[in-house]
């Protein structure tokens, strides 16, 4: 009998992680989306209107990185008006970016004491 309960047990423990083990080959998305359509950006100085140390919201803009601070901190410009950018670990470019090369980035900007945008993504434009 108490191995027939644990056999039971043991059944209904472990069937919720057999059906999410599943290799999941079916997916239709084996990369990122390449959409080409609009973007709606912001300017830099929309974003630093609002430095409210509360302030979170995604930002998508189009600019320049004009110089390095730290490792993984930089200048962006818009041409207009200037943010500190900070980069996330995992992202790779496939070619070395120079201060005339014109970016589009995709992140969270973060106002404060700093205003700073925490890049996700960027485009090489």
């Known amino acids: 009998m108490k191995k027939t309960v644990l056999a039971i047990v043991s059944i209904i423990t472990l069937a919720p992680a057999f059906a999410m ?5 079916n997916n239709k998305h084996k990369g990122p989306i390449a ?4 973007i709606e950006t912001v300017s830099v100085a929309t ?8 302030t979170e919201r995604d930002a998508i803009v189009d600019g320049r990185i004009v110089r390095q601070i730290k490792n993984d901190t930089f200048i962006f410009s818009d041409g207009q008006s200037e943010i500190q950018i900070e980069l996330d670990d995992d992202i790779r470019l496939s070619q070395p970016l120079a201060a005339d090369t014109k970016v589009r980035i ?19 434009l």
Request: glycine share 14%; aromatic share 12%.
């Open 21 to 25: 083990a599943g290799d999941h080959s």
């Open 35 to 38: 959409y080409t359509g609009a």
């Open 47 to 54: 974003l630093l209107a609002d430095t409210s140390m509360f």
């Open 106 to 124: 995709f992140g969270e900007y973060e106002g404060g004491k700093t205003p700073e945008i925490e890049v996700d993504h960027i485009q090489v």
